[in-house]
């Protein structure tokens, strides 16, 4: 069975601490899921460190897409100018393992930074001859 974007997410908050919880609703009459304020699937908040975060979750391909979406909603600016923070959370599997990159949306100009990136996939090294002569030499 896979797992989703949102529960790999969810998962990785608690762990830390936080309490998380899935905002998005079931539109029936649509057959689709709407996000709160069209950019966030997930609400996260930690009452000791006050902080408060609204989470897009994603597959690491469509991280660039989630981005320019969200930085269009008029919702995520206000959410943004009250003190909230934003970000996309793109999730790749490497060697085996579930690894996240975190783009965050600031304030200022809505721009989006990388915070966190999966760590880069190695490639075989294949090394030729330096001479690919064969003969008497």
């Known amino acids: 069975m896979a797992i989703s974007p949102t529960a790999l997410t969810l998962r990785l908050f608690r762990q830390r601490g936080f309490t998380a919880e899935v905002v998005n609703r079931w539109l029936p009459e649509v057959n689709r899921r709407r996000d709160l304020f069209h950019c966030a699937d997930v609400l996260v908040v930690h009452a000791r460190d006050r ?34 923070e934003f970000e996309v959370w793109g999730w790749s599997k490497r060697a085996g393992e579930w690894v996240v990159k975190r783009v965050a949306i600031g304030t200022g100009s809505l721009e989006p930074f990388d915070l966190q990136a999966p760590p880069r996939r190695r ?13 008497d030499g």
């Open 123 to 135: 490639r075989e090294a294949q090394q030729g001859l330096l001479f690919d002569v064969q003969g």
């Open 51 to 84: 902080r408060f975060l609204l989470v897009q979750c994603t597959s690491l391909a469509n991280v660039s897409a989630r981005v320019t979406k969200s930085r269009r909603q008029p919702e995520l600016r206000d959410w943004l100018k009250a003190g909230g």
